[in-house]
Nanobody, 124 residues
Framework: VQLQACGGGLVQAGGSLRLSCAAS????????MGWFRQAPGKGREFVAT????????YYANSVKGRFTISRDSANNTVYLQMVTLKPEDTAVYYC??????????????????WGKGTLVTVSS
């Protein structure tokens, strides 16, 4: 499985961005997809996960109510819609996939596949 994330950029605080992650596999019915991030000088942090087949989602408390993870089965793409961005959201964002893990377990970060990150910078 190859994952390609894009959509990062520079945005002012309070602004919005939508990240996309295109996946090479044709079907992900037994997969959970997730977004993680790593801020400068910090460790990797869980953001959100989604169970592909039924759309069940799980979010970090820090982004709950501001970020929305979704998937498009027709295009094998996972999205992360981010609104009301804050400077502390500045990080490299990574998409990832894992087989046969639920959305909560996947949040621990042990995923099977990782894409290259896309940088999100939120200015104050």
């Amino acid at each position: 499985v190859q994952l390609q994330a894009c959509g990062g950029g520079l945005v002012q605080a309070g602004g919005s961005l939508r990240l996309s992650c295109a996946a090479s596999r044709r079907t992900f019915n037994e997969y959970v997809m997730g977004w993680f991030r790593q801020a400068p000088g910090k460790g990797r942090e869980f953001v959100a996960t989604i169970w592909w087949s039924d759309g069940t989602t799980y979010y970090a408390n820090s982004v709950k109510g501001r970020f929305t993870i979704s998937r498009d089965s027709a295009n094998n793409t996972v999205y992360l819609q981010m609104v009301t961005l804050k400077p502390e959201d500045t990080a490299v964002y990574y998409c990832a996939a894992a087989q046969r893990k639920n959305v909560v377990v996947a949040a621990r970060g042990v995923m099977d596949y990782w894409g290259k990150g896309t940088l999100v910078t939120v200015s104050s």
